[in-house]
C-alpha cells in the first residue's frame, strides 16, 4: 500500500466485478516493465487481482486508485504497491506518465512469512525518493537499450528488490488477509481455467469437479471472494473475448457469439447490452465505422 496522505474512502455503488489476471514478464528478464496503458486519460481498469507484485509509479499526472474499494489519490512522484492477489482497479481520467513494474511472487520466496505470502507497505519518507528514483532508472535503461543495459536493468532491478525487502516488508499480518490470499490462490488456479475452456460449455459442476470442491462450495467461494456469481464470471470472460473480435473486424456478430461460447447472437446481444450498455452491432459501429 502506499503512503499517500490522503484519507482512504469507500467507492460507492461500484458493482463487485474481479477477474484474474495473467502476467507474464519480458523476454530475458525475472520481471515485467511498460507506461501504464491508461496514460491517455479518460480509462478505467475494471477491479482484478494477480499473483504478482505489481508497483505503479506516477511520474507525471495522476491517478485514482481502490484497494478492496479504499481510494487513493496518486500525484507525480507518488507510488502504489500492489500486494499478490490484492484486488485493486484504476480511473485515470487526464493524461499521465505512470511506470508499472510487475514481479512475480516466486522472486520473494525466501522472504515468505506464511505459506506462499509476503505483505508489503510503507511510510513516507527519504526511501521513498530513492525508489522512485530506481524506477525511473530502470525504465530509462529499458527504453534506450545500450550496450550491455541488460546487465543494467537487472543491477537495478535487484536494488529494487533490496529496497522492497528491507523497507516495505511487513512480519506483523492480520490473519484475515493470510485467510484471504489462499482463497484467491486457489481461484487463481481455477479461473485460469475457466479463460482457457471459455468457449466449452463451462458448468459450476463440471469445474468443482475437477478441482475436487462440491459445487455448493466453490459457489460460495465466488460469491465471497470474487464478489460475482460463477455463471455471471463465465460471462464477463466471454464477453471480453467478444470484444476482441469485434475490433478485430474479422467475424460477422453470429460469429462472433459462437466462437465466445454463446449459444447465438440474440444471447451476445443481452449480455453485452447488459454489460456495456449497448448492442455488439453499435460498438462495432463506433469503434470501425469504416466497416
Known amino acids: 500500500m502506499s503512503w499517500i496522505s490522503r484519507k482512504p474512502e469507500c467507492r460507492k455503488g461500484t458493482p463487485m466485478q474481479f477477474s484474474h489476471e495473467l502476467i507474464v514478464p519480458e523476454t530475458g528478464f525475472p520481471f515485467k516493465i511498460f507506461i501504464f496503458e491508461g496514460n491517455t486519460g479518460n480509462y478505467h481498469r475494471d477491479k482484478h487481482w494477480h499473483r504478482s507484485i505489481e508497483i505503479f509509479a506516477v511520474c507525471i499526472g495522476e491517478l485514482e486508485f481502490y484497494i478492496d474499494d479504499r481510494k487513493w489519490h496518486l500525484e507525480a512522484g507518488n507510488f502504489m504497491i500492489v500486494n499478490s492477489n490484492e484486488v485493486h482497479s484504476i480511473d485515470s481520467p487526464l493524461p ?60 537495478i532491478f535487484y536494488q529494487i528488490m533490496y529496497l522492497l525487502v528491507k523497507d516495505y516488508r511487513l512480519t506483523d499480518v492480520e490473519e484475515s488477509f493470510v485467510r484471504k490470499n489462499k482463497k484467491l490462490n486457489k481461484l487463481s488456479a481455477i479461473t485460469s481455467y475457466m479463460k482457457e475452456n471459455y468457449m466449452a460449455d ?23 471472494y470474487a464478489g460475482i456469481t460463477f455463471k455471471s464470471y463465465v460471462q464477463s470472460i466471454r464477453l471480453g473475448y467478444a470484444v476482441k473480435d469485434l475490433d478485430s473486424g474479422s467475424y460477422n456478430i453470429t460469429e462472433v457469439a459462437l466462437r465466445n461460447g454463446f449459444s447465438g447472437s440474440k444471447a451476445l446481444a443481452r449480455a453485452f447490452q447488459k454489460k456495456y450498455g449497448m448492442l455488439p452491432s453499435e460498438y462495432r459501429e463506433k469503434q470501425n465505422p469504416s466497416l
Request: charged content about 35%; some cysteine.
Open 96 to 155: 499521465n506518465e505512470t511506470i508499472v513494474l510487475q514481479i512475480p511472487l516466486k522472486l520473494f520466496e525466501d522472504y515468505f512469512t506464511g505459506e506462499q505470502f509476503i505483505w508489503f507497505s510503507h511510510e513516507p519518507g527519504k526511501r521513498d525518493e530513492r525508489f522512485m528514483e530506481l524506477i525511473r532508472e530502470l525504465y530509462r535503461v529499458y527504453r534506450k537499450k545500450a550496450c550491455g543495459y541488460d546487465l543494467k536493468m537487472k543491477s
Open 202 to 224: 463451462l458448468t459450476l459442476e463440471e469445474v468443482a469437479r475437477i478441482f475436487d470442491y462440491s459445487p455448493n462450495y466453490l459457489s460460495r467461494m465466488f460469491r465471497k
